[in-house]
């Protein structure tokens, strides 16, 4: 199933109502939205905000996804970190007050496998208590081992739940499996994660489509894997290498009544904001239902402090190249530009201002044991 332009005569109540808040509404309608939003949200999870930062591992992939900075056709410097390199840098985010990090890594079997991946975990699980992943999707016997080796999320975004479109934006690669993709979290559920993380890349499709087809894979989900915890992210485009151009732009206004439309119908289900937006606009939707936010993000191996400079190698077309002498030990390239570029302090600070508090570490191994 593909959730996509599911008949909405057979649609549950919950997903009905979902649908009738996503109509175009006056500014009044939206405040009154808003206002019923910002009450969910306190009333589900007071005035915390999960605190936490991306890690990138590797920029390396083999997938040609047209909409991506990563993807295998462009022209960019990659690298993929030991692990000395990623304690390096967790060990930084650790100074800046992070105990909640999610480890990326693009898809390239090559060099995010043989173990790779479980020994990033047990290195960061050594120091931080919370490891998420965001990673290619595994089968459930390859999960398992990385659940073992301290990962407690799993997240995975379908990008879009248009079959059709999917098939046209994911050129080559593994990833151009979209049942594989879309069975992703059920079977992280299966290996252990107590927490999934779902989402859809705003802008690739029509918005409107796109949130119900998120709602109802949601829907699904809570009803399959009701023993674990869930979050939604709504991103949205950010520029990067390749110039995608998304043809169905989500703007502020339309992405406010889509944030207050998920907090309304799925009052405890955690809304992840990261990076991707503005300071001011993550300031203002902050109340409507925001529990997860990342701080100071890069979004490039080795982003925090520098590591892997001397490794980094280019790629055209997926071969590699020797880089021109004026990109020797330049930064790898990020998977997309970020837009709040404020610290990890300021956002905290923020935060409190708006009578909210950043809270560093909710999650601990020992309680599973205690």
Request: net charge negative.
């Amino acid at each position: 199933m593909s959730f996509w332009n599911a008949d909405p005569t057979t649609a549950s109540p919950l997903i009905r109502r979902f649908t009738s808040l996503l109509a175009p509404i006056g500014d009044a309608r939206l405040e009154e939205m808003a206002q019923g939003a910002a009450l969910l949200t306190r009333r589900n999870f007071g005035n915390a905000v999960r605190m936490f930062a991306p890690l990138y591992l590797s920029n390396e992939c083999i997938n040609s996804c047209t909409y991506c900075g990563f993807s295998r056709e462009n022209a960019i410097l990659r690298v993929t970190l030991d692990i000395a390199q990623i304690l390096e840098e967790v060990r930084h985010l650790k100074a800046q007050g992070f105990r909640s990090l999610l480890l990326v890594a693009g898809e390239h079997p090559k060099f995010v496998s043989n173990g790779y991946l479980e020994r990033c975990i047990k290195a960061v699980a050594a120091e931080v208590p919370s490891v998420a992943l965001e990673v290619a999707p595994l089968d459930v016997e390859d999960y398992k081992p990385l659940v073992a080796a301290g990962a407690e999320a799993l997240l995975v975004y379908q990008e879009t739940y248009d079959p059709e479109l999917y098939s046209q934006l994911h050129v080559a690669g593994p990833k151009r499996d979209y049942a594989w993709r879309l069975a992703c979290a059920e079977r992280g559920y299966e290996a252990g994660f107590r927490r999934i993380g779902i989402g859809a890349l705003f802008g690739l499709a029509d918005w409107r489509a796109e949130a119900v087809a998120l709602a109802l894979h949601l829907e699904s989900l809570l009803k399959r894997c009701w023993k674990a915890q869930f979050t939604v992210s709504l991103p949205r485009m950010r520029p990067c290498a390749g110039e995608f151009e998304p043809k169905h732009p989500l703007g502020d206004r339309d992405f406010t009544q889509l944030m207050c439309a998920f907090r309304v119908c799925f009052p405890q289900v955690g809304l992840v904001m990261s990076t991707r937006e503005t300071a001011a606009l993550r300031d203002a939707l902050l109340p409507l239902g925001v529990t997860m936010m990342s701080a100071g993000s890069h979004t490039e191996p080795g982003g925090y402090t520098g590591q892997g400079r001397d490794a980094v190698h280019h790629t055209v077309g997926g071969r590699v190249v020797a880089p021109a002498p004026e990109l020797v030990g330049n930064a790898p390239t990020e998977q997309f530009s970020i837009a709040d570029e404020r610290s990890p302090a300021e956002v905290a600070a923020a935060l409190r201002r708006l009578g909210f508090e950043a809270v560093w570490k909710d999650w601990d191994t020992g309680i599973m044991t205690a």
